[in-house]
């Protein structure tokens, strides 16, 4: 399982590389690689999910350059929260020391210097010809480094803003049994919360404030003697993964590749699994 999950992984990767030349191929936005994800957000956590998931079974000498390539691919989906669940979860694994500080950090330099110089050759050659205009200036959005007036015109922040107000006046209307399942999905909005914790709260009420953290207290990795640490250390980072990316998905729960690695960090391999790289 772990290493179809790996070889899907990488698969995504390459695809949303292709569709830097082939832009919405598959994508539903313009500059953003989403592979056969369609969604390039649901795309950059999958890719995430699936790194971790995939990471105690990677051979200890390339889990540094498998990181760097998934990380890679979870960029061009300019996705932030996945970017940013992707940043919390390294930054977890470095501490556990399951990642090697200096060869990540070669590594990380000599992939930007070879990155530059591809996306250099490709403007170079008229490949990236879409990305003027309007399509320049979402992807400066996407990433942070656009002007004052470009993000005051960031219209998928301020639809989340006004989404995330509109479930919490629910709330606030019915806080203790809330307006029921579903609420939140047949609505007069076009979308639900993208946030799943003030979705429970609209929908169950207070008790929606625990069906979250219930499940994450759940699913984290205890200490045990038979649990290799490289399984243990990416099971927590997995946990943590699913309870960051809540914040900025209201699909949690119906996402397959969360169900899917909830289950499979719930089954504790034997230290002496075969499949377990080392």
């Keep these: 399982t772990r290493r ?19 832009p919405m191929t598959f994508s539903m936005a313009l500059g ?34 498998f990181v760097l390539v998934v990380g890679a691919g979870v960029f061009l989906t300019l996705s932030r929260g996945a970017l940013l669940c992707f940043g919390i979860v390294i930054v977890m694994m470095l501490c556990s020391r399951q990642l090697r500080v200096k060869r990540l950090s070669l590594l990380t330099g000599g992939g930007t210097l070879i990155i ?10 008229g490949e990236l010809n879409y990305l003027s205009g309007g399509a320049e200036r979402f992807v400066k959005q996407r990433l942070g480094i656009g002007s004052r007036e470009e993000f005051s015109t960031d219209v998928s922040a301020s639809s989340r803003t006004q ?15 809330g307006y029921g399942t579903g609420a939140t999905v047949e609505w007069n909005e076009p979308e639900s919360t993208h ?27 205890r200490n045990s003697q ?3 640490s490289v399984y243990r250390g990416s099971a927590q980072a997995f946990v943590t993964f699913v309870g960051l990316w809540g914040v900025f998905s209201h699909n949690v729960a119906d996402d397959a590749f969360v169900l899917i690695g909830l289950a499979l960090i719930a089954a504790v391999p034997d230290r002496h699994d075969p499949e377990i790289a080392t």
């Design 226 to 228: 038979r649990a290799p």
């Design 32 to 65: 953003r690689s989403a592979s056969f994800y369609v969604n390039p957000n649901i795309a950059g956590a999958a890719l995430v999910s699936g790194m971790l998931l995939a990471f105690p079974i990677v051979p200890a000498r390339v889990r540094e350059l």
């Design 4 to 22: 179809a999950i790996a070889a899907s992984t990488l698969l995504t990767v390459i695809i949303n590389v292709w569709e830097i030349t082939h």
């Design 163 to 177: 989404l995330a107000l509109h479930a919490l006046d629910l709330f606030g209307e019915r806080p203790l049994t």
């Design 116 to 125: 530059a110089s591809a996306m250099g050759a490709l403007m170079a050659s």
């Design 195 to 221: 946030n799943i914790y003030v979705r429970h709260l609209a929908e169950y009420g207070v008790f929606g404030a625990m069906l979250m953290p219930a499940l994450l207290l759940v699913a984290w990795p």
